[in-house]
């Protein structure tokens, strides 16, 4: 089994920031600053394709919000990183995985899917 993977959305946990997130997707998507939240999550539902992917991976996924992520990991390096991001926790130590401008050049969950396997696959040669 690998390491866990640690995705970090930028943005809030709970159910007014969810509402807010929905509606900033719909009324001004080029502005939405959490292209980690577009592509793995549409406006009201998780994006099938992504889904099936996290559903059938043997990988370890924890996902977390910023705000749940400064609590779980408050002594991280990428504490006051940009965000989102998808670290790599490695015995207890967060290394950087996937960095935001990578993140922010993807367009599809094809895409996220496609690089987290090739990293994956280098890292565990």
Known sequence: MSQKIVFVYNANSGLS???LDSAHKIFSPSTYNCNLCDITF?????NTVWKKFREE???EFEFLHKDEFKVSYPE????????PIILKDDQGVLK???P???LNQL?????LINLINGKE???TL
């Open 17 to 19: 920031s969810s509402m």
């Open 42 to 46: 549409g406006v009201f539902k998780e």
């Open 57 to 59: 991976t043997n990988l």
């Open 76 to 83: 991280s390096e990428f504490f006051n990183t940009s965000l």
């Open 96 to 98: 950087n995985f996937i």
């Open 100 to 102: 935001t401008e990578e």
């Open 107 to 111: 367009k599809k969950a094809e895409d």
């Open 121 to 123: 696959a280098k890292l």
